[in-house]
């Protein structure tokens, strides 16, 4: 069960690694636009605490093209049609959108990266409770037998 548990902790840290190098990759390229909300989606029935509004936004890149893309909006802040709001683009890719907002570009992957951590505290505090985790083993020597 704790090589499965331990399995897991490493796999939401990798997780968590690849969602950072992601977003800071985007971040290197990305540039800040003024966009155009053209169109909001709306949903049916009682909203989620996790749904986002899907939201159409026609932007300018800086070499003249136009573009519209869907981003999300979070469910506390509202848009309508014709309101300008700021949006992350890749230039390379203007189909990827984000907004500029801590809880967008950062959320997944500190998730991953403080479960991977909250799981492998857990597990060796556990270890030392059961007295399985000796503090003396780093000692250097402790293993040949030998005192420092």
Sequence with gaps: MR??????????????????????????????????????????????????????VRFSLPSGENHT????LPLLQKVKEGDSIYILVDPLKPQDVRLPLLSELWARPLAYLLSGIALAAGILVVKVRRGEFKSDSFRPGAREGGHS
């Design 69 to 72: 893309a869907i981003t999300r």
């Design 3 to 56: 090589k499965l548990l331990a399995l897991t902790a490493v796999i939401l840290l990798g997780m968590g690694l690849y969602e950072s190098r992601e977003v800071s990759s985007f971040l290197s390229t990305a540039l800040t636009v003024q966009g155009t909300v053209v169109a909001v989606e709306t949903r049916t029935g009682p909203p989620k605490p996790t749904q986002n509004t899907p939201v159409h």
